[in-house]
């Protein structure tokens, strides 16, 4: 009996000492993928960096080649607009490609608000992001941009608030630059604007199924922000979007 009882206790150290054995093998095995993935993280940070180095001016110049390169970055989980408070020198573009390319997103940011502001009368603070890119590559002398660097540009603008965002109507983007967010009922009306320029009441009780009540406070929202404006020469009443009103 004793004998037995012995044999059980020794196997059940035997047990502990397997799992143990186990689970300090799991830990060795962790600790080396860890370290190889960091040595290949820094493998590919490293030819990135020599990558941008060589090809700095295509960066700057040319939207397609500086999209593509920001893919690149994104697929190793560098950020190239994120500053580093560990790093002085600040943004990783800032490090490898001069201070003229680190500041292009801060920059295009800027003048896409001064778009915004100075054509807010003309679009009630919504603007196809298609408009602005054309306003923004009219100007000579300066390197053209894409759709997708300004809506990262626009991106930038996050920490400041909610007075500028990309919203999507009809399957287009527009910047906002209201402060206000657009409740579900108001983009539904603004999408609807897109077809002929402008809605009514009646046009939204019809093709929507919604109450008087409802789109009549769904209008006067939308006239309160500047984002139709009011034809009351007609009847029914028709609420136009600035941008068709030129």
């Known amino acids: 009996m004793s004998m037995r009882r012995g044999v059980g ?17 799991g830990s060795t095995i962790l600790q080396t993928h860890i370290s190889e993935l960091t040595d290949q993280l820094l493998t590919f940070q490293a030819a ?4 941008a180095q060589s090809h700095a001016d295509e960066i700057r110049s040319d939207p397609v080649f500086r999209s593509e390169f920001v ?14 408070s560990a790093n002085k020198k600040g943004s990783f573009w800032a490090e490898l490609l001069g201070s003229d390319v680190n500041d292009f997103f801060f920059e295009l940011a800027v003048r896409i608000i001064e778009i915004c502001r100075r054509t807010r009368d003309e679009n009630g603070g919504l603007m196809l992001v298609d408009d602005v890119k054309a306003r923004i590559n009219s100007v000579k002398g300066r390197p053209p941009v894409s759709q997708e660097d300004i809506v ?6 996050a920490p400041l608030g909610h007075g500028f965002g990309i919203v999507r109507l009809a399957h287009k983007d527009f910047i906002r630059s209201v402060p206000q967010e657009l409740s579900r009922d108001q983009a539904v009306a603004i999408e609807a604007t ?4 402008y809605i009514s009441v009646e046009i939204l009780r019809d093709n929507l199924g919604w109450e008087t009540a409802r789109c009549i406070a769904v209008l006067d929202d939308l006239v ?9 020469q007609v009847r029914p009443k028709e609420y136009w979007t ?3 009103i030129r």
Request: charged share 20%.
């Open 242 to 244: 600035p941008s068709w």
């Open 9 to 25: 206790l020794a196997a059940f150290d035997n047990h502990e000492r397997t799992a143990q054995q186990y689970s300090d093998l």
């Open 152 to 157: 990262r540009a626009v991106n930038t603008l």
């Open 71 to 84: 893919k690149m970055c994104s697929a190793i989980g560098v950020d190239p607009l994120a500053s580093s």
């Open 224 to 232: 309160a922000s500047g984002l139709v404006w009011v034809d009351e």
């Open 48 to 51: 990135l960096k020599r990558f």
């Open 194 to 197: 897109q077809a002929l320029g």
